[in-house]
Each structure stands twice: as C-alpha cells, then as structure tokens.
C-alpha cells in the first residue's frame, strides 16, 4: 500500500530517494518522538518542533488552549509536518558531493480539532503510546480539568511521501585518485537504560513496558 | 548578548524555559547537522529537512536551482526554521505531566540569495565546515560547473529563540503515592568511529580534522 503519487507529496529532487509506501512511512514515523510543524501566522510561514502520536492515518498533536501553533493549525484546516532520522555523515573528496544517510518523512494532512473528552483521552492516549508503547495504562489519566487545559488536534494523512538514502559516499571518478579522504561517520540514537525519579515510591520497580521499550530501542538490527 | 525579544520571537507558552542568549542559542545551531525549514507554497505552509550552516548572524543553505524550497523562501524573501535536540524522555505518574527534556531553537531570518561564485563558495565553505570543522581545506573545491549547478542561499538572522527544558520529572503532589512508576530515559546522539571509503586511495590515514571532530562529540560533557 503507497500513498498516492500527488502534486502535494511527489518529491521533485533526488527523486531516487523517494518512497511512498505507507508501512516504511509509518516506520519512520515511529521511530521518532518529535516532528516539525509547518503553519502559517499573518502569511508568514513557521515551524515549531512538538511531539506526536500516530494511530493508522491519524497523527495527533496537543497544547494549550493558547497555543498558536495548533490555533493557526485550526484556522488554516491544513498542516505539513516532517521528520528526519540522520543515518550517517558522508566525507567525500569533493565539497560538492557531500551528504547524508538519512530516513526522512513530509506529510500532509487535514486538521480537525478534538472537541469532546471522549476524542481528546483518545488523541493523547495515541500521543503517550506513541511516546512509549503500553504507557497509558502505567500512568493516570487525565482529569476534566487536565483535559481542559489541552487542546488536541488530529491531523488526518492526506499525503505523504518518504526520502531514503543508505548509500556509500560517491564522487567524479576523476577525484578517486585526488588523495582527499573520503568515509563515513555512523550517527545513532541511543536511549539509555532508564533511571528512577528521585521521589520514586518505595518498592517500585521498572515496569516491564519501560523494559521493553529500552530493549527495543537497543535491539541489534 | 540576547536576541532582542519581539512579537515573532517571544515565546508565548512555556516562557520559563525561554532562552535568548546569543551564545546559547548559536551553540545548539552549531550541535546539529540537519534544520526543519518552512517556506510557503501557493499559500500553504510546507516544511522540510535541510544541511546548514551557520557563520556569525548568518545561516546558509543550499539546493539545486529547481529546488522549490530555495525558491519560495527567495521569494518570500523571509525564513523561518526550527532545530531541535531531545535529551531526555520523562516518564511521570500523570500522563498529563509527560515531557521532555530538551534544547530547541526557532529562526526567523531575511532571506539573500548569492549571485557570485565567491559568495556561492563562502556560502558552501560555511556548510561543510559546520557539518565537519575544517572539512573545507581538505576537499576539492567545486568547479565553476558544480556552482552553476548549485543554488546558495544565506539567511541572516534578524530574531531567535531557544527553549531549553532540563529538569526532572514534575507530578502533582496528590500522584507521588500513587504506585504508578516514574523516571527518566536518557537519549543521545552517538557519533561513531569514522570509517574509510572502500575506495580509498591507498596509504591515506584518518585526517586529523575528522578525529578531531569525532573526540570532539565523544567528549564526556
């Protein structure tokens, strides 16, 4: 399953790299707690980095009621966001050639703001899981007043598309025998083993969500 | 020295984690290879990742001529973009109270595009030595065809801001009995021992400059 080939979300440059499968999409999207957002205050564009949550075609974000990122978002019933999981640095032996390996994912979507509880719980419920899977029941749900206090939008995928690229370092063949050095620098995300609060009740022990998450994240792959 | 605080910097929600120190918000542009830059197309507000640079007030990005991105914002004349460094996950009692501890920064800029090959070349130097510190004196330059081929745009920094969130997990008092377990996941960016080009050319050993940079982001902060 690909997400549609638009004017919107083809990728016009490096065209190569472009992915629009929506499971490798998805993937990425998981992989990462945070996203950029794109919105528009008075005409000029902005971005903001916000976490997230994803559930099938539905990415949700929150802030407070005063917020004017998810506001603007509201008003222009439209938003782009992406992502980008750096990969590796790669060193060649001309500037030129000079580049990543990187996992990155634009997408495009509807908004639609959360009006009742009931939507709301639902939306932050896909934000915490997302955060760590399991999480929402290891933790108390939001009161009424907590739930006032946070307004939740979903942004439903209209489009999106996904740029890869996982290749060795490339230069003009004429530059190979230059004497330059060329290579690469592996960059990873690394979550640590996961540390108490200080103020922890006596007799907790590390809930086995927040094992799996660490021993997921740490999985050779 | 701060970035002077105005309507399109200040930062609205969270304001105690604001930062607009010059200095600070400069050393977390330097952290990072990659920006969220946002840029309006017929209206709609779109984001993508890009490579930057930065030098003194200015940032530089690059493109090929056909890139929309680069167009827009030369178009717009104005940028805005956002970078963001997550260092930690907090796990708390509430799901309400669930965040992070982080340094993110947002740019608003004016946006110049660079006609000359010698400002095309500052531009570009500026890029690779960010991405590698002294990268640039030990790569072959671009030709006259690779600038053409090349479009370079600087974005002078008229308004920054930074938040910075480094604290730990925060309940209400009434959860801290709860039984519900709260705590910290650490996450960092791990820059791995460079590895040489299957194609290197013989009897070249690792340059000093990138040893340097690789001790520099394994150094024990």
Partial sequence: M??????????????????YDKMLIHEILDAVEVCH?????????QVQPVNFGRSGETLYIHGSPKNRMTRA???????????????SMKLTRSAFHHSVN?????????????????????GLKTIINHFVPGRWEHCRPPTKKELKATRVIAIHI???SAKVADGEPTDEREDYDSGYWAGVIPVTTVYGYPRADSRLKPGL??????????RAKNKKS
């Fill in 73 to 87: 978002l509201i008003e222009s019933g439209e938003a782009c966001l992406s992502v980008m999981i750096l990969d």
């Fill in 2 to 19: 690909s997400y549609e080939k638009t004017e919107l979300n083809t990728v016009k440059r490096g065209g190569h790299k472009a992915r």
């Fill in 102 to 122: 990187f996992r990155s994912v634009v997408v495009f979507g509807r908004v639609e703001e959360l009006k009742s509880d009931e939507q709301k719980v639902e």
């Fill in 158 to 160: 209209e489009s999106a």
């Fill in 205 to 214: 022990s590390l809930p086995g969500h927040v094992l799996d998450f660490y």
């Fill in 37 to 45: 957002v794109a919105f528009n205050i008075e005409g000029r564009a």
